[in-house]
């Protein structure tokens, strides 16, 4: 039986990752608190670690309940505490200082800032596909791979790349369920220059993206449809929760259901 293993939201887009037991669907599609904040630039540009090595030093731990969020950077014995709704100024100034940029807090209660806004869902993938994945990069764990990828949801009890069978073909929308909740499968995910670093320093792999896309496209199982691969760096399946959905709750252990319609 296929279930829900992890679930994981990351409040402040870019930054560390917290995993909850259960979490409840917004209005706008999302996890509840899943980049529910992020830092822009004066352009309104989203401040990631494809062009900030920076970001990859802070460590940043959440108290969702008291809306709180620890700051510490790596390798060093700074720490900071701040209130994510009343203190947004303080943190603009921490940020900006520690950057060397000025930047703004912003914050999305409904929908959060997507990195695809057409396919706003959680980002899927399996363990066994990770597994998979730390065979073609032996110095990286399955845990580090987790954090490079940052995908919300993770299965377990399926072979590497089930989760390819939650998208059909290029623009048909695959419909699912895991627990209560209806899905929509879109399509896997184009990955960025973000897993190539390492999420601790920032230190880029050389030739990771050629490496993994060589092994994705030699892996590649017969369930995947290829309409959906115009390149093989990419990996999660991006999805889409309907409306309806809002309010329901997703939860670890819960099952996965591929149904033939809506």
């Known amino acids: 039986m296929k279930t829900l293993e992890r679930i994981t939201v990351y409040p402040i887009k870019s930054l ?5 037991d259960s ?19 004066e352009d309104g540009k989203f401040i990631n670690g ?65 990195d695809d806004n057409k396919a706003y869902g959680p980002t899927v993938v399996s363990l066994a596909s990770l597994q998979e994945v730390a065979n073609w990069f032996p110095n990286i764990s399955v845990e580090e791979l987790y954090k490079r990828f940052r995908p919300n949801l993770l299965l377990n009890d399926t072979p590497a790349f089930w ?28 990955r960025c220059a973000v897993p190539t670093k390492n999420p601790g320093s920032g230190e880029a792999i050389p030739f990771f993206q050629k490496h993994f896309s060589e092994m994705r496209k030699t892996t590649l199982p017969v ?8 390149h093989y760096y990419r990996f999660c399946i991006n999805t889409k929760i309907p409306e309806t959905e809002a309010g329901k709750t997703l939860s670890r252990e819960d099952t996965i259901l591929l149904e033939p319609h809506y």
């Open 223 to 230: 369930w995947s449809n290829s309409s959906q691969f115009d």
């Open 23 to 41: 979490v409840e669907i917004t209005h706008g599609g999302s996890l509840k608190n899943d980049r529910e904040f992020a830092f822009v630039d």
């Open 163 to 190: 989760e390819d069978n939650l998208f059909g073909e290029k623009g048909d929308d695959k419909f699912f369920r895991l627990g209560e909740v209806k899905f929509f499968g879109v399509n896997p995910c184009a």
């Open 50 to 114: 494809k062009k900030y090595e920076g970001i990859h030093l802070i460590r940043s731990l959440y108290h969702l309940d008291e809306t709180l969020a620890e700051f510490s950077i790596e390798r060093e014995s700074f720490k900071k505490i701040f209130h994510l709704e009343k203190e947004k100024p303080k943190i603009e100034k921490f940020f900006s200082e520690f950057l060397g940029k000025k930047i703004s807090f912003r914050q999305n209660k409904q929908s959060g800032f997507p």
């Open 16 to 20: 560390d990752g917290i995993n909850l």
